[in-house]
């Protein structure tokens, strides 16, 4: 009897120390991380390539007990793609069952100083799931951008620069659908109301606001004065005679100083020969450039000029005499610093 007791006692003893282990395996820390640590699990990634992932991100504090809790609830069966954040003192159980149920964290998608379309989808694949050129194959899309009522030209006046956040996995289409719901907010009545006071469609004032950021890319403080400018010139009827516009229209974005051969490019784009704004921005102008072309200086010059002290500041002038003048100041400075392109 004596000896029954013992092996009952024994048998309890075994089965109460490997409880308390496989309760550990469960429910016990299996995380050692110093910081919040991100695993990016790709949709064509099985099972095996995610344990590959934890281990040479060297998450895992032991490797077997978490392949056993995860046979355990079936994770290798239901592998779901995203963007994990793994934070230190997880257990094998918190950790398949954040992995299992798809629970990600969105990441921050950021972006401005956009020339084009191309360069949004390579700036969006560098952040989410999908290469540039399926962000791309969406983003000239003639029949998606014309749902949404726009055209090629315009089509990148729709995307707000600003920062989001967006899951990882998320689709070219999930992601212009979100960018279209966006710019709806953003146009709000008192934006689409100055919109209409100015007479121009939403893409019109982005247009204008793409030309005045070009003008001057270091002192926003002259945004307004510049917007004011162009819209006098576009009541008067006279060109707008922009020279980012000009470098847009001839593509090299290296040029520093607009000479006349440039001027003669065939394109609508070269507003030295064509009246109005061009067909749809030269760029993805900053939410405070829109701004300052809705809440535009009232003002009567329809001339300006870099300063010959290269200050990055403009003379504004409401005679073309006065303009010459500065002109000529500022091209002396650009001879003598031997900048001729």
């Given at each position: 009897?004596?000896?029954?007791?013992?092996?009952?006692l024994?048998?309890?003893l075994i089965?109460?120390?490997y409880?308390?282990?496989?309760?550990?395996?469960?429910?016990?820390?299996?995380?050692t991380?110093e910081e919040?640590?991100?695993?990016?699990i790709?949709?064509?990634?099985?099972?095996?390539?995610?344990?590959?992932k934890?281990?040479?991100?060297?998450?895992l504090?032991?490797?077997d007990?978490?392949?056993?809790v995860?046979?355990?609830?079936?994770?290798?069966?239901l592998?779901?793609?995203?963007?994990?954040?793994?934070?230190?003192?997880?257990?094998?159980?918190d950790?398949?069952?954040m992995?299992?149920?798809?629970?990600?964290?969105?990441?921050?998608?950021?972006?401005n100083n956009?020339?084009?379309?191309?360069q949004?989808?390579?700036?969006?694949s560098?952040?989410?799931?999908?290469?540039?050129?399926?962000?791309?194959?969406?983003?000239?899309?003639?029949?998606?951008?014309?749902?949404?009522?726009f055209?090629?030209?315009?089509?990148?006046?729709?995307?707000?620069?600003?920062?989001?956040?967006v899951?990882w996995?998320?689709?070219?289409d999930?992601?212009?659908?979100?960018?279209?719901?966006?710019?709806k907010?953003?146009?709000n009545e008192?934006?689409?109301?100055?919109?209409?006071?100015?007479?121009l469609?939403?893409?019109?004032?982005?247009?204008?606001?793409s030309?005045v950021q070009?003008?001057?890319?270091?002192?926003p403080?002259?945004?307004?004065?510049?917007a004011?400018?162009?819209?006098?010139?576009?009541r008067r009827?006279?060109?707008?005679?922009?020279?980012?516009?000009?470098?847009?229209?001839?593509?090299?974005?290296?040029?520093?100083?607009?000479?006349?051969?440039h001027?003669?490019?065939?394109?609508?784009?070269?507003?030295?020969?064509?009246?109005?704004?061009?067909?749809?921005?030269?760029?993805?102008?900053?939410?405070?450039?829109v701004?300052?072309?809705?809440?535009?200086e009232?003002?009567?010059?329809?001339f300006?000029?870099?300063?010959?002290?290269?200050?990055?500041?403009?003379?504004?002038?409401?005679?073309?005499?006065?303009?010459?003048?500065?002109?000529?100041?500022y091209?002396?400075?650009?001879?003598?610093?031997?900048?001729?392109?």
């Open positions: 009897m004596k000896k029954i007791l013992l092996v009952i024994v048998l309890g089965g109460a120390y409880a308390y282990d496989k309760y550990e395996d469960i429910y016990g820390k299996n995380v991380v919040d640590t991100s695993i990016y790709h949709p064509e990634d099985d099972y095996t390539a995610v344990e590959r934890l281990i040479e991100q060297g998450i504090d032991d490797v007990s978490f392949i056993w995860a046979e355990r609830k079936s994770y290798p069966q592998v779901k793609a995203g963007h994990y954040v793994i934070r230190d003192g997880m257990s094998n159980n950790l398949v069952d992995l299992r149920a798809g629970n990600q964290v969105p990441v921050r998608v950021s972006f956009v020339r084009n379309l191309p949004l989808a390579g700036r969006l560098e952040v989410l799931e999908p290469d540039s050129m399926e962000f791309l194959r969406f983003l000239t899309d003639e029949g998606l951008i014309s749902a949404y009522g055209r090629q030209e315009t089509f990148i006046s729709m995307f707000i620069p600003n920062t989001y956040e899951y996995t998320e689709t070219p999930g992601f212009i659908k979100r960018m279209a719901s966006e710019f907010a953003f146009w008192d934006r689409m109301r100055k919109a209409d006071a100015l007479g469609t939403q893409s019109e004032v982005v247009t204008l606001a030309i070009a003008e001057q890319s270091i002192r403080q002259e945004w307004p004065t510049i004011g400018l162009y819209l006098n010139r576009i009827d006279m060109k707008l005679e922009s020279d980012p516009t000009l470098i847009y229209a001839v593509g090299d974005f290296s040029i520093r100083r607009v000479l006349n051969k001027k003669r490019v065939d394109s609508p784009y070269n507003t030295y020969k064509h009246k109005g704004l061009p067909p749809g921005p030269i760029r993805m102008p900053d939410i405070g450039a701004d300052a072309v809705l809440n535009s009232d003002h009567a010059y329809i300006m000029c870099a300063k010959a002290d290269l200050s990055g500041y403009h003379h504004f002038s409401e005679t073309l005499r006065e303009h010459n003048r500065y002109a000529r100041e091209r002396r400075t650009m001879n003598a610093n031997q900048i001729y392109r």
